[in-house]
């Protein structure tokens, strides 16, 4: 059973930092891309960070460069999401994605978690 669950989400000032975490299983987490998306209210859902499976590229939404960083553990099948100098707009909920193509069966994987909520609020 593939299960992928968000922790580390809550509630902190603006300027303040939060790490959420993924902590995949059922699959095979090492040959997956991650992905990091957030959902605010009445918004659609965007991605905001992305690491290959390896973990030796990642891209980042224009919006978290320099603040936002995502790492993934291969050996704990765990992938994070470092979340610095948050701001009120960084308000969401924040769903981890793993894509992973087989080629056994050539097909494409996809899995969500469950999603975990960041507000940022003084």
């Known amino acids: 059973q593939v299960q992928l669950v968000e922790s580390g989400g809550g509630l902190v000032q603006p300027g303040e930092s939060l790490r959420l975490s993924c902590a995949a299983s059922g699959f095979t987490f090492s040959g997956y891309t991650m992905r990091w998306y957030r959902q605010a209210a009445g918004k659609e859902r965007e991605l905001v960070a992305a690491?290959?499976?390896?973990?030796?590229?990642?891209n980042y939404a224009d919006s978290v460069k320099g603040r936002f960083a995502i790492s993934r553990d291969n050996a704990k099948n765990t992938v994070y999401l470092q979340m610095n100098s948050l701001k009120p707009e960084d308000t969401a909920v924040y769903y981890c994605?793993?894509?992973?193509?087989?080629?056994?069966?050539?097909?494409?994987?996809?899995?969500w978690g469950q999603g975990t909520q960041v507000t940022v609020s003084s």
């Open positions: 690491i290959s499976s390896t973990g030796g590229s990642t």
């Open positions: 994605n793993a894509v992973g193509f087989s080629s056994s069966d050539l097909r494409t994987y996809n899995y």
